[in-house]
């Protein structure tokens, strides 16, 4: 089983970067693509970017393509997603999740993934 927890989020300015990490536990991490996702005020919980068990494979939302990256240390067990460019409509908590399947790649729903993480703020001012 797997653990998750998200930590890095905060307030920035419009244009500004912010780097969020996901601290895993759990010996089967490094079998499962981690996906992050995100949820604002009233909307429901939306895709951000994935990455491979390997981490040679990264796959994201068309409207983060260019801005944000992703990136994961096995030996760590880590991923973390680097945003850069913000936006005000970034604004929201950002979760991190695993993949239900060990080694399934490229998974882009939340029913795909389990092993849900607490959630860290992102707020970005205008």
């Known amino acids: 089983q797997v653990q998750l927890a998200e930590s890095g989020g905060g307030l920035v300015q419009a244009g500004g970067s912010l780097r969020l990490s996901c601290a895993a536990s759990g010996r089967t991490f490094s079998k499962h693509t981690v996906g992050w996702f995100r949820q604002a005020p009233g909307k429901g919980r939306e895709f951000v970017a994935g990455?491979?068990?390997?981490?040679?494979?990264?796959f994201f939302a068309d409207s983060m393509k260019g801005r944000f990256s992703i990136s994961r240390d096995n030996a760590k067990n880590t991923v973390d997603l680097q945003m850069n460019s913000l936006k005000p409509e970034d604004t929201a908590v950002y979760y991190c999740?695993?993949?239900?399947?060990?080694?399934?790649?490229?998974?882009?729903?939340?029913?795909?993934?389990?092993?849900w993480g607490q959630g860290t703020q992102v707020t970005v001012s205008s």
């Open positions: 999740a695993a993949d239900v399947i060990p080694y399934r790649m490229g998974s882009v729903t939340i029913t795909e993934y389990d092993y």
């Open positions: 990455v491979s068990p390997s981490g040679g494979r990264t």
